[in-house]
Nanobody
Framework: VQLQASGGGLVEAGDSLTLTCVAS????????VAWFRQAPGKGREFVSG????????DYAVSVKDRFTITRDNAKNSVRLQMDTLKVEDSAVYYC??????????????????WGQGTQVTVSS
């Protein structure tokens, strides 16, 4: 599966932003999808993930209750709604797909398909 991420931009602290990841192919529902982010000088970290059927979601502690992940398999897309953004949320955000039968994973190495990054910058 090939992925394309979009929706990044420059916003102020407290604002909202929605990232979208669109996939190619007919088997999108076989794949768990996750968002990772990487800030300058730091490693890539898990942000949020969703299972293939959308029934299971997972969030990093740092974004829980502020970010919401959803998917629409009819449109081969996953969205990450980011509310109450903080300066520390600034990073390049990547979507990634991992074929699995149930659930999702925070393990970066499990994801074999990656989209290009989209920059999110939150100013104070």
């Amino acid at each position: 599966v090939q992925l394309q991420a979009s929706g990044g931009g420059l916003v102020e602290a407290g604002d909202s932003l929605t990232l979208t990841c669109v996939a190619s192919g007919r088997t999108f529902h076989w794949y768990a999808v996750a968002w990772f982010r990487q800030a300058p000088g730091k490693g890539r970290e898990f942000v949020s993930g969703i299972s293939g059927d959308g029934s299971v979601t997972d969030y990093a502690v740092s974004v829980k209750d502020r970010f919401t992940i959803t998917r629409d398999n009819a449109k081969n897309s996953v969205r990450l709604q980011m509310d109450t953004l903080k300066v520390e949320d600034s990073a390049v955000y990547y979507c990634a797909a991992h074929r699995r039968s149930y659930g999702t994973s925070q393990d970066l190495s499990a994801y074999k398909s990656w989209g290009q990054g989209t920059q999110v910058t939150v100013s104070s």
